[in-house]
């Protein structure tokens, strides 16, 4: 196979509203994997020039299946989280910064100003 697992279509949305196919795995050493271009979460527009559009899964399915050896995809990459199961991250990244990169530096500066008003008042 091409190496990557879809969802969706006419027949079972996997967004509201939305009967596109995504992709939601991608499997290790698979040529997807090996290629590094398709992301889960990516919405899948045609294949080898063949729109998705308004097709059930099943058919989308054995596109795929029949594709070749040389497969061109046209995707549409997630800009933003949308309604929906996708747009999680498998490896355990959320995306934008570390709660501690913003607490750590706030505290300190907190303990700062705190310890430089005991001084001070230790002064008067």
Known sequence: ?????????????????????????????????????????DKIL???????????HKDAVELFRNAGCDVSLKIQRRLQPQNGPV???SDGESGGLPLAAILVPGLALAAAAVWILLRYRQRM
């Open 87 to 89: 747009g999680h991250r």
């Open 46 to 56: 045609a294949v080898n020039g063949r729109d998705l559009k308004d097709l059930q």
């Open 1 to 41: 196979g091409l190496g990557f697992n879809i969802v969706g279509g006419t027949d079972q949305q996997y967004v509201s509203n939305d009967s596109s196919i995504y992709v939601t795995r991608i499997k290790k050493d698979g040529a997807a994997y090996l290629d590094g271009r398709l992301q889960e979460g």
